[in-house]
Structure formats: C-alpha cells, structure tokens
C-alpha cells in the first residue's frame, strides 16, 4: 500500500521514468499485431508509459488510485482518456490490450488481491487482445534485502529513499521528499508497502505465460513479466 501524495508524484515525474522507458518497446511490440485499438493501462502514475502508446496511435484508458499521480498524466498526456480506477475491486472497461508496468499489482494487500485482479484484468481483455502486466516475485526481496539507501536532487525537491525486507513476501519503500516552498522546504513521508509473490504460482492460477521480459529490456533482479498465452 501507498499513497503516491503531490510531493512524491512530482518526483516521480521528474526523476523515475527510467523504468518506463525501458519497457516502451517491448510492450508496443507485443502490442503490434492489434495494430491499434484501445488499452487500458492499470496504474498509469504520471503517464511516463501512456506517453509512449499514445505516440504509438493506440486510444488509451490510463487508470490509477492516486489522484496526484492522475494529474500529471492529465497534464503531459491530455490526448488519453485518464481516470481514476482502484485495483482489485473497481470495474474495468474493456480494452484489446490490458497493460500494467511498475509493480502496480503488488500494491495489493496479498496473493490472492494480486490473483483477483489479474483475473478481472484478464476478463477485460477482448478475445484476441493482449494483456501485460510486471509483477515482483519473492525474489525481488532477496535481490534488494542489502540495498543502499538512495539521495537523489531535482530543480526544487530532494529525496531520499530507503528500504527494506521485513519479511519474505513484504517489501518496504520509505520515500522522504524535501519540496521547497519560498523560503522554506516542506517534508513528506511516505512508506510504501510491497507484497511479494511466488510469481510462478500466480501464473499457474491465472493461467498466464511467465517471462523475464516483455521485449528484449532487462527487468529488475526479481521484476517478471505476464502475459496472456497466445
Ligand atoms: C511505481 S508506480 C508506477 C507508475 C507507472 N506505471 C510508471 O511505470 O511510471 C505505481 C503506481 O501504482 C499505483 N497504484 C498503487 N496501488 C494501486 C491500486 N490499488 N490500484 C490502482 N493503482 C494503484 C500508484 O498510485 C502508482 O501510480
């Protein structure tokens, strides 16, 4: 679980995309054979990904549970239809394609939210369409349990993030974002809480296909990729 308030939405904005576009790519190819057609994206942030499909011709649905993040997308990617959707309960529209990058899914509370909401995702889907989703795997935990913490400095804002492992399948983020306001900087703090699974079982539950990538990106040590079966 976490927030994703103004102060942290802004940095990610700014400074976390990498993730983003590293998986652009991979994603529109496997989206190619639909050659064009509607995607519904489940945790669009700031819309670093809906960028990339909208560029690409696709009509795009970007949802997401934060309303700071919802903003930004609005802002950089007006051309999308974006949306406020909360994962595992809120109905989705359907979509030939069904995308989701950035460990959205293990936002969820456990296995079960994660597998719940792969199958509304995979119900959402129109039959011939695609879907692709990242998830962390229990190895996730083990590839970051001795990670550093990181500082990092933008025009106006500095954050540094530390995290850890409190358990196998819980995997902790706490963001602390300096923002400078006039002649003072405000702090937040934000901890986000990862739930981590045997990816391969949920894959075995919902019947998707299981790789280490969407296209020939590398992912994160720990990060799959799903994808519906062709
Ligand atoms: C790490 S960010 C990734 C954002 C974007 N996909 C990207 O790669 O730039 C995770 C996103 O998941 C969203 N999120 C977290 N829990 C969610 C939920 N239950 N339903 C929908 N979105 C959620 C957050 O608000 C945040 O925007």
Known sequence: MGSYRADLARVY????????????PGILALLAPLRGGTVLELGCGTGLLTRHLVDAGYRVIATDASEDMLEHARAHVPEADVRPLRLPDDPLPRADAVVSIGNVLNYLTDADAVVAALEAASRAVRPGGILAVDLCDLAWGEAHRNASAKARLGDGWAMITRFAVPRADRFLFDFTIFTECGDFWRRDDERHELVLVDAAEVAARTGLAIGRAFGTETLPAGMVALTNPA
């Open 13 to 24: 904005r700014e400074a976390l995309g990498f993730h983003a576009v590293n998986c652009a």
